[in-house]
């Protein structure tokens, strides 16, 4: 379902707002000419190498939807000092044990943050700093995320539903994805004991390596 902003009620002269925001559902609305709404979306197939057990993956039908993203983005790639604004959304899915998730990403900007809330649903944000030592911050409706610079970001469901988020970020932040596609997370949340938990895989490498 489409969310209709109720724009045609705005008092004169007040001008409608470009966009509107649903704060309960993340759902993104309106929008006119010069800066309309840009949608993404990531199947399963799109994410090649994400995940740890690829049975599981081979076995999920590569056209799943895994995560989508409304984005608006007022202003050119790059701007500086402009802010872009966004909602994504994760279906809830296991991949063996593993929870779905993002492909996650360092800002090509390395200084630039961002802020990510839940909106709705359960989730975990992955934080990975650039010495690699690996957190996660537990999202649930209302809990506010500030992502450092220097800081690869990605969020997995650990919920039943989709889990939805809003994200707001610098124009001149970038993505950085091939890194992680390269190097990985340190961490990867596994489902243990019916429980989320970030498991160390560097660590679970070089214990191999030592074999
Ligand atoms: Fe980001």
């Not at 740890?52 to 608006?72: F, K, S, V």
């Not at 800081?151 to 610098?170: D, E, F």
């Not at 938990?197 to 214990?207: A, G, P, S």
Request: hydrophobic share 35%; with cysteine; aromatic share 8%.
């Amino acid at each position: 379902m489409t969310f209709e902003p109720t724009q045609n009620t705005t008092p004169s002269p007040l001008l409608p707002a470009a966009v509107c925001f649903d704060g309960c559902t993340g759902e993104l609305g309106g929008g006119n000419l010069n800066t309309p709404l840009q949608k993404l979306r990531r199947t399963i197939g799109d994410l090649i190498g994400v995940f740890a057990d690829q049975q599981a993956y081979n076995e999920i039908a590569p056209g799943t939807l895994a995560y989508e993203a409304n984005l608006y983005l007022p202003v050119k790639q790059g701007t500086q000092g402009g802010l872009f604004f966004g909602n994504t959304k994760v279906m809830p899915m296991m991949i063996g044990n593993e929870y779905n998730m993002t492909k996650g990403h360092f800002h090509k900007n390395r200084d630039a943050a961002e802020y990510y809330w839940c909106i709705a649903g359960e989730g975990a944000l992955i934080l990975m700093n650039e010495d690699r030592s690996c957190r996660a911050e537990y999202m649930t409706p209302g809990s506010l995320h500030y992502i450092p610079g220097r800081t690869a970001h990605r969020v997995a469901n650990i919920g039943k539903h989709v889990l939805t988020l809003g994200a707001c970020w610098p124009a001149d932040a970038g993505h950085d994805y091939e890194t992680i596609a390269k190097q990985g997370f340190s961490a990867r949340l596994l489902c243990v004991n019916g429980k989320p938990q970030l498991v160390d895989i560097d660590k679970r490498e070089n214990e191999h390596d030592r074999c």
